[in-house]
């Protein structure tokens, strides 16, 4: 004990001493930062959310190569009148070409696309009036040209956008370059609707841009209001205040030189980083400007120095277990946030002491209550928390990108009305890798289409699917195009009757029409079936997904048939959030539960300060299942984090209880100075973390609002936990000690 009192003090003193000589070098460092900052970007791409696997991004990529993108995006309007005309087709053939000229987008669909193709109609000769009736007969009879091009009943067009690998197009851009080719061809002022994937990913950009700019405002407003309330003096809440904006200043040219890119969930990263250490330079600013004068400086800081190391370490140990999540984008925030913590807690103690020169004269409160009776507290506390046990079995997993989104904004709206207007814009991309018939053969056969209509048929007849396309529709189509005298018939759309014909129009397919070698890769046998669905449920799209390989397996025997595609990779992603979430809290509780134990008075104290420390987390699952938040990349992380987050206040009442029982105090005496004392700054930090946790709250991202949400909610359940909870466990140990040391009299 005495020698770690005298490596506390020489270490308080290094830090003194170390801050004065290097603030000017830290300053030139700082001003260094700015370098690297400058080449700090926003990227949210659907990639960088799921793609952390090399190899399931190989895989994707090589079938991307063989049968085309399935990344897009629809832009769908109204048509101006009642009927089509050919002034529309004309105006959307335009816009398609248009469209397909712009940097992101690979190639273009609409209907005009492909009734030049039913219709023979070059790109350079106009449609006429001669032709209305034959594209309304190509549109009633031909299924292929329905859906999401075109809507009769709705009178609404679409055009499909696929993307190339170049996304980097910023969603305002795209948008208003589709929007004023859109207006230019047909009207002004129209409501043009978007949606897909990456849309999401795009409007996401701005979003996160706009955080960045409103989010350290208002956390700096919030965070000096509170300062100011609780009685902090002016000239330390500037000193806290400029060491955390050093703290993220270096986080951030760390993050930035390391060559990562922000998205919107490592926005928070500046955001935790400035709240934390505003957390930690309170109670810096609290003992060294009150108790800190003179030759009691080394002292005061000595006292500080195991508490906030401590409280540093467990927030470390926190966002350290988010590195065995299965999501890149949260492993990069919790490890830089850790170290940011870090950064943190060793500019706190090294140059805010040397900062903070005024001295705080406003005098020493203390936090005079009358604490509640201890079997009060332990009965209230078991019964809220055996009251939490019901709702625990409510948590479910969601991430669904649009979910991402606000149910109210106007992308998400776009979303449902694209839906109701057209079909569903959640991709299920199945691949077939069809068995050889022969050693003669190696191209897909006559059969394998029959038996791949039927696929297609059942597949159309499960709920929640609005749209499934096959290499077999366009061997229909080209029938149907063959066998009509005047106009195309319905009961033409089907497959040729002979093989020969078959082959004839499927090497004609793949080889002319650009569309057909989307679904047919003729070399390696392998097919593609394109399933649209409405926005479901994880749970129906992991057992439609699962359905349609068995059936696909049963239909086409001896085939292989996987999933692949943007869409089915967020929900094998999904999968993996509670694996995830239950590796990073485990790691969290056992490593804080160890350091709990080590650093304590004693062995028994130890434990028992697990049990405060460890309800939060069970308030926060209950909190989820009650208000029906699910898990998803914002709600994964808060668990281990609380455990981070309520060891805080548990090191600096375990401190200072330990220093009066080890001065000679009693239980009750030690246990009423270390709440009159530490229960200010405990509260001090606790009331500003949930404020400023409660900022981020007002994300318009939906999983970091609900994350600063939660967190919140962890914070002032640790803080009432610490200041009743164990408390009362304390006077359990005691009054257990005495009746031992009765007994043993």
């Known amino acids: 004990m005495i020698a770690s009192k005298k490596a506390t003090l020489l270490l308080s003193g290094f830090f003194l001493v170390f801050g004065k000589r290097t603030l000017p070098a830290l300053i030139l460092v700082l001003l260094g930062c700015l370098v690297p900052l400058s080449t700090l970007k926003i990227d949210n791409s659907i990639e ?31 048509q101006a009148g009642d009927t089509q005309t050919p002034q529309d087709l004309e105006s959307l053939r335009r816009v398609t070409l248009e469209i397909e000229s712009l940097p992101a987008v690979d190639s273009a669909f609409s209907l005009s696309t492909y009734l030049e193709e039913a219709t023979g109609v070059k790109q350079d000769e106009p449609f006429t009036n001669d032709l ?28 499909i956008a696929e993307l190339s690998g170049d996304v980097r197009l910023k969603s305002r851009e795209l948008k208003s370059a589709v929007k004023s080719l859109i207006e230019t061809e047909f009207r002004r002022g129209l409501d043009i609707k978007w949606g897909g994937v990456r849309s999401v990913g795009f409007e ?64 928070i990263l500046p955001s935790v980083v400035f709240f934390l250490s505003l957390a930690f330079g309170i109670h810096i600013a609290h003992g060294i400007g009150r108790f800190g004068h003179g030759r009691r400086r080394i002292p005061a800081l000595a006292r500080l120095i195991p508490p906030l ?37 060793l500019l706190n103690l090294i140059y805010l002491p040397a900062i903070i020169v005024r001295r705080d004269k406003s005098g020493t409160r203390l936090l ?31 991430m669904d990108p649009l979910e991402f989104m606000p149910s109210s904004s106007r992308l998400v709206q776009d979303h449902l009305w694209i839906e109701n207007h057209l079909a569903g814009l959640a991709p299920l991309e199945i691949l077939v890798k069809l068995p050889s018939e022969s050693r003669s053969t190696e191209a897909p056969t006559l059969r394998d289409f029959q038996r791949l209509s039927k696929l297609s048929q059942w597949i159309e007849s499960q709920p929640g699917v609005s749209r ?52 047919v890769d003729l070399e390696r046998r392998r097919l593609r079936v394109h399933v649209r669905t409405t926005l479901i449920e994880a749970e129906a799209y992991e057992a439609l997904r699962a359905a349609i390989e068995n059936k696909t397996r049963e239909l086409l025997p001896g085939s ?94 375990m401190s200072r209880y330990g220093n009066l029982i080890s001065q000679g105090l009693d239980h009750t005496h030690a246990l009423d100075q270390t709440l009159a004392t530490s229960g200010i700054a405990v509260i001090q930090t ?45 006077d359990v140990r005691a009054s257990f000690d005495r009746s031992a040391g009765d007994r043993t009299v």
């Open 368 to 398: 005079r209550w009358k604490r509640p009776e201890t079997k009060v507290v332990l009965t209230f506390t078991s019964l809220a928390f055996l009251a939490c046990i019901p709702f625990l079995t409510n948590i479910t997993t969601r």
């Open 204 to 267: 996401l950009d701005t979003t996160s841009n706009s955080e960045l700019a409103l989010r350290f405002p208002v956390g700096i407003l919030a965070g000096s209001t509170v300062c100011f309330l609780i009685g902090v003096p002016l000239a330390h809440v500037v000193a806290v205040f400029v060491t955390a904006g050093a703290s993220v200043v270096l986080t951030l040219a760390l993050f930035a030189g390391t060559g990562h890119t922000m998205n919107m969930v490592t926005t």
């Open 48 to 78: 960088v959310w799921f793609f952390d696997d090399p190899d399931s991004r190989q895989r994707y990529d090589d079938l991307v190569e063989t049968f085309g993108t399935d990344d897009f995006l629809i832009f769908a309007f109204k």
């Open 468 to 519: 499934v396309v096959t290499g077999a529709d366009w061997m229909r189509r080209f029938n149907q195009n063959r066998l009509a005298v005047n106009l195309p018939q319905k009961g033409d759309y089907r497959l040729p009757d002979s093989e020969d014909q078959f082959n004839r129009d499927l090497v004609r397919g793949v080889e002319t029409v650009p569309q057909v070698k989307r679904f």
């Open 132 to 159: 209305v009736e034959e594209i309304q007969a190509e549109v009633d009879a031909c299924p292929l040209l329905q859906g999401d091009l075109y809507s009769k009943n709705n009178k609404t067009f679409g055009i």
């Open 686 to 730: 606790s009331v500003l973390l949930t404020t400023l946790f409660c900022v981020l709250a007002t994300s318009v991202f939906v999983p970091i609002s609900r994350f600063g949400m939660l967190v919140a909610i962890a914070v002032v359940a640790a803080l009432i936990l610490d200041l009743l909870l164990l408390p009362a466990l304390l």
């Open 560 to 653: 292989l048939a996987s999933s692949y595609g943007l869409h089915a990779r967020i929900k094998i992603m999904e999968s993996h959030l509670l694996a995830s979430q239950a590796r990073a809290l485990g790691i969290a509780w056992v490593l804080v539960s160890l350091l709990l134990v080590g650093l304590a008075p004693n062995v028994t104290i130890g434990l028992l300060a697990i049990i405060p420390n460890t309800l939060p987390v069970i308030l926060v699952f209950a909190t989820m299942g009650a208000l029906g938040i699910p898990l998803d990349l914002g709600t994964m992380m808060v668990t281990s984090i609380t455990m981070g987050f309520a060891v805080d206040d548990t090191f600096h009442i």
């Open 309 to 345: 190391m401590g409280a540093a370490v467990t927030t470390m140990i926190g966002f350290s277990a988010l590195a065995v999540s299965d999501f890149t984008v949260v492993v990069t925030l919790g490890v830089y946030t850790a170290v940011g913590v870090l950064i943190a807690a």
